[in-house]
C-alpha cells in the first residue's frame, strides 16, 4: 500500500500477558523500522529490518521482546509477559532504503495500555 | 551515547513566527531532521539538513544550524491554527541510520 499500516490501533494488555503488534511497510520498501513512545513523548528506537533480515537491533531490551517481518507477511513485534513500564505508543516505519537520504515514513502507532 | 534536546513548550500567537530550538551531542550527526505529530497521528517529516549547511528554507520553514554550539532551529513564519502540533528534531549519522529523537516541543498557537 501507499501508508504504512499498524494494527490494532489500541491494545490493552494485563500485566504478565503477550502483546503482538503488526506493521505493513510500504510496498517496494526494504527497511522496517520499530520506535516506542513513552508518555512523555519520547522516542526510542527499537529495531530495523532489512527486508527479513535484522538490520539493527541495538534497542531492544535484551528480554521478553522480539520481532520479525517474513516474507509475504506483516512484521510483527512481540513483548512476552508485559510490564506497565511497557505502556506506550509502537510506531512503525518503513523507508525505501537505510540512508539518510530515505525518509522514514511512520505509521499512525499502536497505542499499547498494560494494567 | 546521542542526547538531543529541546524545550518542552512553545506559545505563539496566529500570525507571528514561531523559534523551535533543539541541541545535540553527538558531533558526528551527518542529517538534522525536524518531523511533526499531530495528535494521534505518527511522525511527518517537514525537513532536514546536511551537517555541511548552515541554512535551509522551504516555503513557511527555515532550519538554521550552527555546528559549533550544536544547535538547531526551527522557524515557522505565519504561524496558523494548522501548526498546532509536538515539533521533534531528530539526528542520524553514517553507519547508524537509526534516528535519535529530541523530547519533542508542544507548540501551541493562540488565537
Not at chain 1, 505493513?24 to 527499537?46: D, R
Not at chain 1, 512503525?92 to 494494567?115: I, K, N, W, Y
Not at chain 2, 496566529?14 to 505518527?42: F, H, M, R
Request: hydrophobic letters at 35%; charged letters at 20%.
Amino acid at each position: 500500500g501507499e501508508e504504512v499500516a499498524q494494527t490494532p490501533k489500541h491494545l490493552v494488555r494485563g500485566e504478565g500477558q503477550k502483546a503482538k503488534l503488526y506493521c505493513a511497510p510500504i510496498k517496494g520498501h526494504s527497511y522496517v523500522f520499530w520506535y516506542q513512545q513513552v508518555l512523555k513523548n519520547e522516542f526510542k528506537f527499537l529495531i530495523s529490518f532489512q527486508n527479513e533480515n535484522v538490520f539493527d537491533e541495538t534497542g531492544m531490551p535484551k528480554e521478553r521482546f522480539s520481532a520479525k517481518c517474513l516474507p509475504n507477511s506483516p512484521c510483527s513485534l512481540e513483548i512476552q509477559a508485559t510490564k506497565l513500564e511497557d505502556s506506550a505508543v509502537y510506531f512503525c516505519a518503513s523507508s525505501h532504503a537505510a540512508g539518510l537520504f530515505d525518509e522514514q515514513f511512520f505509521g499512525p502507532g499502536t497505542r499499547l495500555t498494560v494494567l | 551515547g546521542e542526547d538531543v534536546e529541546q524545550s518542552l513548550f512553545l506559545s505563539v500567537r496566529e500570525g507571528d513566527s514561531s523559534v523551535i530550538n533543539c541541541t545535540y551531542t553527538d558531533s558526528s550527526s551527518t542529517y538534522l531532521y525536524w518531523y511533526k505529530q499531530e495528535p494521534g497521528a505518527g511522525l511527518q517529516l517537514l525537513t532536514y539538513i546536511f551537517s555541511n549547511m548552515d541554512m535551509k528554507q522551504d516555503q513557511r520553514l527555515t532550519v538554521l544550524l550552527n555546528k559549533k554550539d550544536k544547535h538547531l532551529s526551527l522557524r515557522i513564519a505565519d504561524t496558523q491554527t494548522g501548526d498546532s502540533a509536538i515539533y521533534f528534531c531528530a539526528e542520524a549519522n553514517f553507519g547508524n541510520e537509526k534516528l535519535t529523537f529530541g523530547t519533542g516541543t508542544r507548540l501551541t498557537i493562540i488565537p
